[in-house]
């Protein structure tokens, strides 16, 4: 029976809530992973994944509560009221409210396999190395079971886009589209469905070009994707079956809920109209993929929440002669369907409306958001950059609207009024939205949608725009309406009007309306969104695109008609191939070879554990930091107790907790931060406090209850405004070498430019986690963090907590990911969390949600290179003169080291006899910036291709040329004196030009752009070379510590952490081959501090060198003492003879190895401590090399790219594992895309704060955003003569990154065709990252362009800051 809810107020005599509830039902029934479940007593406040979580399965991970990830798909299996069929959802179980499972069957990551009965999505993502961090995992997995689910046989088309919803860090898609391809239909042939092989099985890959899984005619048998496939037999029939107990399930209306929160689910419109008659302000939720990001990250709550998932009525839809009419909350997948209908149904021209939806939602969300979100939920939503809406709009739709014994019909014309307000009344409810069908003649519709990435991103600018014609195409109705362009969906007044009666082909027609939409749009610069020229010259372009559609349609032989402005866009599927085969010539019995990632299964079955899934501790608290809201200010107060007033906070910590003043200073190498604010906070997002409560939520609705009171103080963000105002650290360094200012007189040519980039976002898919555990004796604890760094975490604990180093354990099982950004930021949340469990001595945890994991981690360093080139007219460069200048935001943290190596590689790979380089750390008002994969390496040759793009252009040489011709040769030195050893780019400079016909495509790239006017395509060809070594010498060390047991099991600890590079299973290959056992006999289980003491962060691609060689010294002791076992028992003893021989007689079968990298220590000037050593030293053991070739498309008109083809090689020496080195050269070169392409972050000018801090803002590439064909090779046949690491294996983490750049450069080639297309021979200075709009805006002199651009008025600032 219903449970005794707390009355609503009362509208009146009207019935209460209450009343009319009381008969509902207070259970939830359900089924999860086939097994029944009844809930009675329900914290109506939990979303589907923390019931999850609480229950223990944690293989469902929260990677950013708000539905752009994808870590928390689960699938929800349901019989469809809108199809009648069961339909498998994939769903995002952190935006799910608990309630929407009520009779539907749940399935997890767990429910479908383990590691010893894997489900064969799980198996093959594993074998196929498509997990490594895996955090991710879990929720590619799911995604992939639903399709299997759902299709008997999906097309590869099908599979390519199946992940839509999912985001991955590590992997780089590749190999998860490959594992995934191997299910699809045109694969009949694989092994594993029967067949004789199929392409992938023989070498070449899924998505083949002919489509029919034979790619043996385009990939040769020597490049196999998979030696061994193994791949377990798919057979549907195994499938958990859908519950019996389902298919009758009778759904009753459900209340329950508590004093805060109830929650109602109606299962008829006459009960939901009831509720709403009884409580007009009870908050429906369709989808709830609004309204809970509302809830979680805009502090929004609803006291009534009325779930209308489950009213069938809602969920029908009709078609009419002249009209369908579609229930309000029909899921958006199901509406994608109806849409194919109504094409089937009233034809193609009739049913333009429909498949204007249709496009609209194919590039709307994920897959997991469209399974649940609805059209209604859009509409009442009202959000101005609705991609449904305008739609709706545009083609004179209809809503449906239903109060207690009243409907209404709104015409969709009238029902925005402003910002989010429509004219829905409050007590009624979207039932149906009226969908008329278009005109037989006529009439067109077209919808267009400009966003940062392609899949899962809200519009930039989207819009439908429709036509009615008549015979004489004389305008009679005109609807251009646009998202994105004002606080609302809005219709285009000046130009509709226009428009009618116009004449539609003719020249003036189109003058009119462009200039009618300048007024329409006349933004100014500072507009809310920002991108007032971009987006003022989309809403021009999307016009210009619909006008030639309809033109070729009414008016081909038109002279005006534009046939190059119509096509977008379009991928085929993806395709790559490696060469499997590169590291013959070397392996051994283990190493060499291509083991997948040790943990991979575990990933894929959800047993992996990560920090947050350590199992709650006996009497545990959660905290949630309470974190600055100002970029600068004085704190005048800060005041808790209305916190700690409320139900479950426990505590509140701040820095009167720590041990010490002093103790609240820490950072590395200048100690000039606190782990708490004192009187003054220089960034948003500083931590000021930490609230303690019994849960999660109740910890973070305290913390958003503590009042902080500031007195603001100017702020810096930029690196311009830090250079003009001379805010700096202190901190200086450079390199010279030779006599720049003589050669500059000497040379033909002096050039001078700047090269400008922003930052990254780490976006590891696990945020940063800590869980502190006190222990009851002398101040012992021990902490679990998700760090790359457990040494200085142990050290900084101590500090917090006033012990010594040997009380505190630090311990880390693997992270889900790291890329730097937990090498040093990681610690300040450990040791707040220390410091909570200090106070308490209760344990304490916290895992950031995601937005403030962003505000508070810091990012990769935004550069600025301000450089002078002195060149010869031979193109041979005869000097560097450059001012590097990094934002290192509001503390050190190591911007230094960033900083100096940027200065490092600003080389490139070009000799230039004479440089002369300067490095300086910007201070500013922003996050502290960090560690990211390729520390300041990717920006100093960011710096170096710019100059030599530039300088190339302005010679009218083509860059290619140039590059070669100053390209260093082997033995040659660099500006730091460091003669270049085992030196292959030259060879691979080769190898990669003619295996990606360089000279042919480019051949192929100008007819291309001759022919067509707005889509242009780009080559570039790119080399790297990555510096290896910490540049504190200090930290080139590592230890091991190998304990081999009597059963002859081994167990290897190292100071390396595993976040999914694959350290762990590079270690464990070292040392079976050392200790020539099989790899099944060696384990890691984890890091910490009390099995190897005093490691370096696990960093600067140097783990596997340092951490494998520590090892591999601890199996040189251990095999010592074996020796004389081995020769006793022969060599086909077992371990297990070995050791037990050994143990009895009283040999000690523990080692530990150390290491430390021989000969390097360069001397940076100025002021070095022996001014006669500057400028000498060692400053790398070596260095890892590459060379990619990309091919991109680019569409002028919008702005839009893609990667048409990408072709990296790499030397890594010998390989110690070729699967883990391709893993980590894809995800590299996929990050640095994204890097160089996507990823942009922003602060909001008004607030000082972060804007991009989440998915939802923050684009990382997404599955199809990788090249179209991406093809990966290792140098192989070269020998490495002066490579003494480990294996003479190569560092690979890091150095493929900057291999990223090659799209940027290859785009910044296109748009040189798009500005001789324009008569415009000015440079392309183009600023990374190269997002649509940067596109756009650099195309510089087309017409339209002209048209768009905004002038900032005098003083007007944009509404973002790009630091
Ligand atoms: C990761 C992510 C990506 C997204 N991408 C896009 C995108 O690309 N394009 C886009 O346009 N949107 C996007 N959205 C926004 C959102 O998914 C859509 O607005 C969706 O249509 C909302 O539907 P829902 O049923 O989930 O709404 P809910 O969250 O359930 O509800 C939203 C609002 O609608 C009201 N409502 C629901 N049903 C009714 C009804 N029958 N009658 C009256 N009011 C009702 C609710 O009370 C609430 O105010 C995205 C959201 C997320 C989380
Ligand atoms: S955690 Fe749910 S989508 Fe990211
Ligand atoms: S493996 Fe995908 S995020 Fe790490």
């Known amino acids: 029976m219903a449970p005794a809810l707390v009355e609503m107020p009362t509208n009146g005599d009207k019935v209460s809530l209450a009343e009319l509830t009381q008969d509902y039902d207070d259970t939830l029934r359900f089924y999860l992973n086939g097994t029944k479940v009844e809930l009675d007593s329900i914290d109506p406040e939990i979303t589907l994944l923390e019931y999850l979580r609480g229950i223990g399965l944690t293989g469902t991970k929260l990677g950013c509560a708000e539905g752009g990830c994808g870590a928390c798909t689960v699938v929800i299996s349901q019989l469809n009221p809108t199809t009648g069929k069961i339909y498998h959802a994939s769903v995002n179980a952190c935006l799910a409210p608990l309630v929407s499972v009520d009779g539907k069957h749940v399935i997890t990551v767990e429910g479908i396999g383990n590691s010893q009965r894997p489900h064969p999505a799980q198996q093959r993502i594993a074998l196929a190395s498509g997990s490594q961090c895996g955090f991710c995992t879990p929720g590619i997995v799911m995604s992939l079971y639903a399709l299997l689910r759902n299709y008997e046989e999906p097309s590869e088309h099908d599979v390519e886009e199946a992940f839509d919803g999912n985001l991955c860090r590590c992997t780089g898609y590749r190999p998860?589209?490959?594992?995934?391809?191997?299910?699809?239909?045109?694969?009949?042939?694989?092994?594993?469905?029967?067949?004789?092989?199929?392409?992938?099985?023989?070498?070449?890959?899924?998505?083949?070009?002919?489509?029919?899984?034979?790619?043996?005619?385009?990939?040769?048998?020597?490049?196999?994707?998979?030696?061994?496939?193994?791949?377990?037999?798919?057979?549907?029939?195994?499938?958990?079956?859908?519950?019996?107990?389902?298919?009758?399930?009778?759904?009753?209306?459900?209340?329950?809920?508590?004093?805060?929160?109830?929650?109602?689910?109606?299962?008829?419109?006459?009960?939901?109209?009831?509720?709403?008659?009884?409580?007009?302000?009870?908050?429906?939720?369709?989808?709830?993929?609004?309204?809970?990001?509302?809830?979680?990250?805009?502090?929004?709550?609803?006291?009534?929440?009325?779930?209308?998932?489950?009213?069938?009525?809602?969920?029908?839809?009709?078609?009419?002669?002249?009209?369908?009419?579609?229930?309000?909350?029909?899921?958006?997948?199901?509406?994608?369907?109806?849409?194919?209908?109504?094409?089937?149904?009233?034809?193609?021209?009739?049913?333009?409306?429909?498949?204007?939806?249709?496009?609209?939602?194919?590039?709307?969300?994920?897959?997991?958001?469209?399974?649940?979100?609805?059209?209604?939920?859009?509409?009442?939503?009202?959000?101005?950059?609705?991609?449904?809406?305008?739609?709706?709009?545009?083609?004179?739709?209809?809503?449906?609207?239903?109060?207690?014994?009243?409907?209404?019909?709104?015409?969709?014309?009238?029902?925005?009024?402003?910002?989010?307000?429509?004219?829905?009344?409050?007590?009624?409810?979207?039932?149906?939205?009226?969908?008329?069908?278009?005109?037989?003649?006529?009439?067109?519709?077209?919808?267009?949608?400009?966003?940062?990435?392609?899949?899962?991103?809200?519009?930039?600018?989207?819009?439908?725009?429709?036509?009615?014609?008549?015979?004489?195409?004389?305008?009679?109705?005109?609807?251009?309406?646009?998202?994105?362009?004002?606080?609302?969906?809005?219709?285009?007044?000046?130009?509709?009007?226009?428009?009618?009666?116009?004449?539609?082909?003719?020249?003036?027609?189109?003058?009119?309306?462009?200039?009618?939409?300048?007024?329409?749009?006349?933004?100014?610069?500072?507009?809310?969104?920002?991108?007032?020229?971009?987006?003022?010259?989309?809403?021009?372009?999307?016009?210009?695109?619909?006008?030639?559609?309809?033109?070729?349609?009414?008016?081909?032989?038109?002279?005006?008609?534009?046939?190059?402005?119509?096509?977008?866009?379009?991928?085929?599927?993806?395709?790559?191939?490696?060469?499997?085969?590169?590291?013959?010539?070397?392996?051994?019995?283990?190493?060499?070879?291509?083991?997948?990632?040790?943990?991979?299964?575990?990933?894929?079955?959800?047993?992996?554990?990560?920090?947050?899934?350590?199992?709650?501790?006996?009497?545990?608290?959660?905290?949630?930091?309470?974190?600055?809201?100002?970029?600068?200010?004085?704190?005048?107060?800060?005041?808790?107790?209305?916190?700690?007033?409320?139900?479950?906070?426990?505590?509140?910590?701040?820095?009167?907790?720590?041990?010490?003043?002093?103790?609240?200073?820490?950072?590395?190498?200048?100690?000039?931060?606190?782990?708490?604010?004192?009187?003054?906070?220089?960034?948003?997002?500083?931590?000021?406090?930490?609230?303690?409560?019994?849960?999660?939520?109740?910890?973070?609705?305290?913390?958003?209850?503590?009042?902080?009171?500031?007195?603001?103080?100017?702020?810096?963000?930029?690196?311009?405004?830090?250079?003009?105002?001379?805010?700096?650290?202190?901190?200086?360094?450079?390199?010279?070498?030779?006599?720049?200012?003589?050669?500059?007189?000497?040379?033909?040519?002096?050039?001078?430019?700047?090269?400008?980039?922003?930052?990254?976002?780490?976006?590891?898919?696990?945020?940063?986690?800590?869980?502190?555990?006190?222990?009851?004796?002398?101040?012992?604890?021990?902490?679990?963090?998700?760090?790359?760094?457990?040494?200085?975490?142990?050290?900084?604990?101590?500090?917090?907590?006033?012990?010594?180093?040997?009380?505190?354990?630090?311990?880390?099982?693997?992270?889900?990911?790291?890329?730097?950004?937990?090498?040093?930021?990681?610690?300040?949340?450990?040791?707040?969390?220390?410091?909570?469990?200090?106070?308490?001595?209760?344990?304490?945890?916290?895992?950031?949600?995601?937005?403030?994991?962003?505000?508070?981690?810091g990012q990769r360093h935004p550069f600025l290179g301000v450089w002078k080139i002195g060149v010869n007219k031979d193109g041979k460069i005869q000097a560097l003169k450059a001012s590097v200048f990094n934002n290192g935001g509001w503390s050190q943290d190591l911007s230094a080291a960033v900083v100096d190596r940027g200065l490092s590689h600003i080389d490139g790979v070009y000799n230039i006899p004479n440089v002369d380089v300067e490095g300086r750390i910007c201070k500013t008002n922003t996050v502290s910036n960090s560690a990211f994969r390729g520390f300041g390496g990717p920006q100093g040759m960011f710096i170096a291709e710019t100059y030599m793009s530039e300088v190339a252009d302005r010679l009218g040489m083509p860059v290619e040329k140039l590059r070669e011709i100053n390209m260093y040769k082997s033995g040659e030195e660099t500006h730091f004196h460091q003669e270049l050893e085992d030196w292959h780019v030259p060879l691979m400079w080769k190898q990669v030009k003619s295996e990606f016909n360089y000279d042919e495509k480019r051949a192929e790239v100008e007819k291309f752009n001759a022919e067509h006017k707005w889509q242009k395509k780009g080559l570039a060809l790119i080399p790297t070379k990555f510096g290896i070594s910490f540049t504190a010498l200090f930290l080139n060390q590592a230890g091991a510590l190998i304990h081999i047991y009597h059963d002859g099991s081994i167990l290897v600890a190292h100071g390396g952490t595993e976040m999914g590079q694959g350290l762990h299973t590079k270690i464990c290959m070292i040392v079976a081959e050392a200790l020539q056992v099989p790899l099944s006999e060696v384990h890691i289980s984890e890091t910490a501090t009390n099995t190897v003491a005093n490691t370096s962060s696990t960093a600067a691609s140097a783990s596997s060198d340092l951490n494998g060689y520590a090892a591999y010294n601890a199996c040189v002791q251990l095999n010592e003492r074996l020796k004389p076992y081995r020769e006793k028992f022969g060599p086909d003893a077992t371990m297990k003879q070995l050791a037990h021989a050994a143990y009895f007689d009283r040999v000690n079968l523990s080692a530990n190895g150390f290491y430390k990298t021989p000969e390097i220590g360069y001397i940076w000037g100025p002021n070095p401590p022996d001014p006669s050593k500057e400028n000498t030293g060692k400053m790398f053991f070596y260095f890892t090399q590459g060379v990619a070739a990309a091919e991109v498309l680019i569409d002028s008109l919008t702005g839009d790219w893609t990667p048409l083809r990408t072709d990296i090689k790499m030397d890594v020496g010998r390989s110690i594992n070729p699967a883990i080195d391709y893993g980590q050269i894809e995800g590299a070169y996929v990050q640095g895309q994204g890097l160089f392409t996507t990823e942009e972050s922003l602060w909001h000018r008004a607030s000082g704060q972060i804007f991009t801090r989440g998915p939802g803002a923050y684009k990382i590439p997404g599955f199809r955003d990788i090249p179209q064909e991406f093809n990966v090779s290792l140098l192989k046949d070269v020998e490495w003569k002066n490579l003494r690491t480990i294996q003479r294996s190569r560092g690979v983490g890091e150095p493929p990154l900057f291999m990223g750049s090659v799209v940027f450069f290859a785009i910044r080639d296109a748009l040189k065709y798009v500005r001789m297309q324009w008569g415009n021979d000015e440079i392309v200075c183009l600023r990374s990252p190269a997002t649509p709009e940067r596109i756009r805006i650099e195309c510089a002199a087309d017409p339209i362009l002209k048209r768009g651009h905004v002038e900032p008025k005098e003083g007007e600032k944009s509404f973002f800051i790009h630091i």
């Not at 009624?428 to 919808?447: D, F, L, N, S």
């Not at 032989?557 to 119509?566: F, S, T």
């Not at 505590?651 to 009167?656: L, N, S, V």
């Not at 690196?719 to 105002?725: D, G, H, S």
């Open 176 to 857: 998860i589209l490959d594992a995934a391809q191997s299910f699809n239909k045109a694969c009949g042939k694989s092994l594993a469905n029967g067949g004789s092989g199929c392409c992938m099985e023989n070498g070449g890959s899924c998505g083949g070009s002919n489509g029919t899984g034979d790619a043996n005619a385009v990939y040769s048998a020597d490049e196999k994707k998979f030696k061994t496939p193994d791949f377990i037999h798919y057979d549907k029939s195994t499938e958990l079956i859908y519950p019996p107990g389902l298919h009758k399930y009778q759904f009753r209306p459900v209340a329950f809920g508590n004093k805060r929160k109830k929650w109602y689910r109606p299962v008829t419109v006459q009960q939901l109209l009831e509720i709403k008659n009884a409580f007009p302000q009870a908050k429906l939720i369709g989808g709830s993929t609004e309204t809970q990001i509302e809830i979680r990250f805009k502090a929004m709550s609803y006291n009534a929440s009325v779930y209308v998932g489950d009213i069938a009525e809602l969920r029908q839809y009709k078609m009419e002669p002249e009209y369908a009419e579609i229930g309000g909350n029909v899921a958006l997948t199901d509406l994608e369907k109806i849409c194919d209908e109504a094409v089937e149904h009233y034809g193609d021209a009739k049913a333009q409306p429909f498949k204007a939806i249709k496009k609209a939602i194919r590039y709307f969300a994920g897959r997991q958001i469209r399974n649940v979100g609805t059209p209604a939920g859009n509409l009442a939503t009202a959000s101005p950059i609705s991609d449904l809406n305008p739609v709706f709009v545009s083609t004179n739709c209809t809503l449906i609207a239903k109060s207690l014994g009243k409907t209404i019909e709104l015409p969709m014309n009238t029902f925005f009024k402003s910002y989010r307000v429509t004219s829905l009344p409050e007590n009624a409810i979207i039932a149906a939205i009226r969908v008329p069908v278009a005109a037989e003649k006529g009439e067109y519709v077209r919808t267009y949608k400009q966003a940062k990435r392609k899949d899962d991103d809200i519009a930039i600018v989207n819009a439908c725009l429709s036509v009615k014609l008549d015979d004489q195409n004389v305008v009679q109705a005109a609807n251009l309406v646009y998202g994105g362009m004002a606080p609302i969906t809005i219709l285009a007044k000046n130009a509709s009007n226009f428009l009618v009666g116009k004449s539609f082909p003719e020249q003036d027609t189109l003058e009119g309306v462009m200039n009618a939409l300048e007024q329409d749009f006349n933004l100014p610069f500072g507009v809310p969104g920002g991108m007032a020229t971009f987006r003022k010259t989309l809403a021009l372009s999307f016009f210009y695109k619909f006008f030639n559609d309809v033109l070729v349609n009414i008016a081909a032989g038109e002279k005006i008609l534009d046939r190059e402005a119509i096509p977008e866009l379009e991928r085929g599927i993806s395709k790559g191939k490696k060469d499997h085969d590169a590291s013959i010539g070397y392996s051994q019995k283990i190493l060499g070879k291509a083991n997948p990632h040790m943990a991979a299964l575990k990933q894929c079955t959800g047993e992996a554990q990560y920090t947050d899934d350590i199992p709650v501790q006996k009497n545990e608290l959660y905290g949630s930091l309470v974190l600055s809201t100002k970029a600068h200010a004085k704190l005048l107060k800060v005041d808790a107790s209305p916190a700690l007033d409320m139900p479950g906070v426990a505590a509140w910590i701040d820095r009167h907790d720590v041990a010490s003043p002093q103790a609240n200073w820490w950072g590395a190498p200048v100690c000039d931060e606190v782990f708490f604010a004192e009187d003054e906070v220089f960034t948003a997002g500083q931590p000021i406090g930490m609230v303690l409560a019994d849960t999660p939520q109740r910890a973070l609705a305290g913390a958003r209850a503590v009042r902080v009171t500031y007195e603001e103080l100017p702020a810096i963000f930029t690196i311009e405004e830090a250079v003009e105002k001379q805010s700096f650290f202190n901190h200086y360094r450079y390199i010279h070498k030779g006599d720049v200012e003589k050669a500059f007189a000497e040379c033909d040519h002096v050039f001078q430019g700047t090269a400008r980039m922003g930052g990254q976002e780490h976006f590891y898919l696990e945020t940063n986690a800590a869980i502190a555990i006190p222990k009851p004796e002398d101040g012992e604890l021990e902490i679990w963090s998700s760090t790359q760094n457990p040494t200085e975490t142990q050290a900084y604990v101590a500090q917090v907590t006033g012990v010594a180093n040997n009380k505190i354990v630090s311990k880390v099982k693997r992270l889900g990911g790291g890329f730097g950004g937990k090498e040093t930021r990681s610690i300040q949340l450990a040791c707040i969390v220390a410091t909570a469990a200090n106070k308490t001595r209760r344990p304490v945890r916290c895992m950031l949600n995601r937005d403030e994991d962003i505000m508070t981690s």
